[in-house]
């Protein structure tokens, strides 16, 4: 059995599987054994904040069914017998789902999310559920309830969130393949602060239906994966159509606009350094890099804080308020304040912003992506935040500025490392965009990786 599958991405794995080179059951136990801790520096306490729980006889089942299928030379594509690894939002039957939360513990539902369907009716053996920040409504990844993942630069430090442990199973070689979601950056972020690929697919564009939902209209669904042509082929199968093809992925004559509209204001040191070194990168590539205002940026974000808190409480006002001491304060009074907003101002807010995309959307028709950091911040240490709610809640904040910009756009948005450790650069598109997104993406990992 290999002793280095955890870093080989899951694209080469499945092109393993079909050279007869790696048996998709032994693929699967080698995974197995490291979402329980074995191999890993941290051992079984660092599984334990990766993975709320393990599903190892899906994932064995699965695996076998693959295996023979590879025999046989009838493999479903290029990931038929790759694990993956689901936030534990994404409803699987009969095996909990409580989305970070004591207000669902022993939540069992009894059929799987259309999207954990589609995954394994392509072969894909579940590895198990990750650790999340509670309720999916925070970007740090701290979570006091249940646990809180690994950052892969700082052992002191945040991972990011929502999707924080699918962040932290990627990364520490815990799975080859993660899903996610993202409402305000709950992929890009993660995959940013653990120098992962994570892509925001558009809204609506993956049906939602078995996610335990945030904010229906602005939740999305994505991977988190360890190469551009991992998402793709990830990205194809959640959406059920043919993955992009990357071949020949090239930057020469793409126009990028570097976003100045807020996305640039107050970036810490080491994220400038390293979003300029990557545009030197890009530019280099044959990149045409132009840097540009989109004002109807700064009112959506002006607006945010009514369209995200009152549609967060009013999805969960009655579980929450059944129980609230079930909550990490900090979440739970984040949730209350949408209970400050009129039903009135939110309709407003909503037809507001869909004028703001509109504008949005003519302004920026002239280029092939819009880019800035995925982050203003680095990963932030965890003590401070935990001792003082009042920095919690501003670091969360900052840590989502410029991830929500991609979301109150509509839009669908790729962030790549950019060389500097806990640093992504972002690539956003128009909605349903996604196939040319990626095909820019691979273009831009290529470059940011010479």
Not at 78 to 107: I, M, N
Not at 129 to 141: I, Y
Request: include cysteine; glycine fraction near 10%; proline fraction near 7%.
């Amino acid at each position: 059995m290999s002793k280095a599958w955890h870093q080989e991405t899951a694209a080469d794995l499945g092109r393993g599987i079909g050279e007869g080179r790696i048996c998709p059951v032994e693929l699967t136990e080698y995974f197995l054994a490291r979402s329980a801790g074995e191999g890993l520096e941290g051992g079984a306490a660092l599984a334990d904040r990766i993975y709320a729980r393990l599903m190892a006889p899906q994932a064995r089942a699965e695996a076998e069914a693959a295996r023979d299928r590879a025999r046989n030379g009838m493999r479903r594509g290029l990931l038929d017998g790759v694990p993956v690894a689901w936030k534990d939002l994404f409803d699987t039957a009969g095996v909990a789902t409580e989305a970070g939360s004591a207000l669902l513990a022993g939540r069992v539902p009894t059929a799987d999310a259309v999207v954990v369907e589609r995954l394994t009716q392509a072969g894909l053996p579940p590895l198990g559920k990750t650790h999340m920040t509670e309720l999916a409504f925070s970007g740090l990844g701290l979570n006091p309830i249940t646990a809180h993942p690994p950052c892969v630069n700082d052992p002191e430090a945040a991972p990011g969130g929502s999707s924080s442990g699918s962040a932290a199973a990627v990364a520490f070689g815990a799975a080859p393949l993660a899903i996610g979601s993202d409402t305000g950056g709950s992929v890009r972020l993660p995959a940013a602060w653990n120098d992962l690929v994570g892509l925001k697919t558009s809204p609506g564009r993956i049906p939602a239906k078995g996610a335990v939902p945030l904010a229906a209209r602005f939740d999305t669904i994505g991977p988190l994966a360890k190469s551009v042509e991992d998402a793709a082929q990830a990205f194809a199968l959640l959406d059920g159509s043919p993955a992009p093809d990357l071949t020949g992925a090239s930057l020469k004559g793409k126009r990028l606009l570097v976003l100045e509209t807020i996305a640039l204001d107050d970036l810490q040191e080491p994220v400038a350094r390293g979003f300029e070194a990557a545009l030197f990168r890009l530019a280099a590539a044959g990149a045409e890099i132009r840097h540009g205002a989109v004002p109807p940026v700064a009112e959506a974000m002006a607006i945010s804080g009514i369209l995200y808190t009152a549609e967060c409480y009013g999805t969960w006002e009655k579980v929450i308020e059944a129980a609230p001491e079930k909550m990490y304060p900090p979440v739970l009074e984040r949730f209350r304040a949408g209970a400050e907003h009129r039903a009135c101002d939110y309709v407003a807010a909503w037809l507001r912003l869909d004028e703001l995309r509109e504008e949005w959307a003519q302004l920026v028709a002239g280029y092939d992506a819009v880019i800035l950091p995925t982050n203003a911040i680095l990963p932030p240490k965890v003590a401070p935040l935990l001792a003082d709610a009042a920095a919690f809640a501003r670091t969360n904040l900052a840590t989502l500025r410029n991830t929500r910009i991609g979301n109150l756009s509509g839009g669908c948005g790729l962030t790549l490392p950019s060389g500097t450790a806990s640093v992504g650069v972002s690539f956003m598109a128009p909605a349903g965009g996604e196939a040319a997104l990626l095909r820019l993406g691979a273009a831009a990992e290529k470059a940011l990786a010479d």
